[in-house]
């Protein structure tokens, strides 16, 4: 089954199984650091869609990482830096018509992540797994609606979804009108 393992620079905490070893591995931003130190055992392509500057400045050992990379795997970038080997341009322009309708462009992308479902989708994987993404603090508050979006817009296409470990991405509320009512009836 042709998977790919997204890699989170969350903390999570609850069922995480170890990485399945048949998967394509994709990182994010500054997990390299942020949850291995710097020494990424393995992965197969690196989604960093920041502008240079602002990694530069906030990340700046993400941005080192990247320019010590051998050029045989690929980093999505905006735009092709030619101090990072291997950076690569997104092909945005070609997602975008891919999920146009009607004549009109997707719009609902919110982060790296949402960019990277779309991909896998276009790619026609058949299971995504999400690994530390919490997204649980402000910072990402636009971000897990568009998440959210992508990983319907997977299942729709018969994708598997997982996401590993306790994320804003997992419902956790009951299920409407069986479970639990808006506004709840009075005692």
């Known amino acids: ?3 790919a393992a997204f890699l989170g620079a969350g903390w999570t905490w609850g069922n995480v ?3 399945p070893t048949e998967a394509e591995l994709w990182g994010t931003n500054n ?3 942020a949850r291995y130190a710097g020494d990424v055992p393995r992965w197969d392509r690196w989604f960093d869609l920041h502008p240079t500057a602002h990694i530069q400045q906030r990340r700046p050992e993400a941005y080192d990482w990247y ?3 051998d050029a045989t795997r690929p980093i999505y ?3 092709v830096d030619p101090a990072i080997p291997g ?3 997104y092909p945005k322009d070609a997602i975008l018509s891919q999920f146009s309708h009607d004549g009109h462009d997707e719009r609902d992308f919110w982060g790296s992540l949402s960019w990277m479902l779309a991909l896998a989708i ?3 994987f058949e299971r995504i797994e999400l690994f530390w993404f919490a997204l649980m603090n402000d910072q990402y508050t636009k971000q897990v609606p568009s998440t959210r979006y992508w990983i319907g817009q997977a299942r729709g296409r018969g994708i598997q979804v997982v996401v590993h470990g306790d994320s804003a ?3 956790t509320h009951g299920l409407y009108g069986c479970e639990e009512l808006s506004p709840a009836l009075a005692g």
Do not use: G, N, S
């Open 1 to 3: 089954m042709k998977t």
């Open 17 to 19: 199984p170890p990485l």
């Open 31 to 33: 997990v390299m650091c």
């Open 67 to 69: 320019t010590r990379q």
């Open 77 to 79: 970038r905006w735009e």
């Open 87 to 89: 950076a690569v341009a």
């Open 122 to 124: 276009a790619e026609r």
């Open 169 to 171: 991405l997992v419902p």
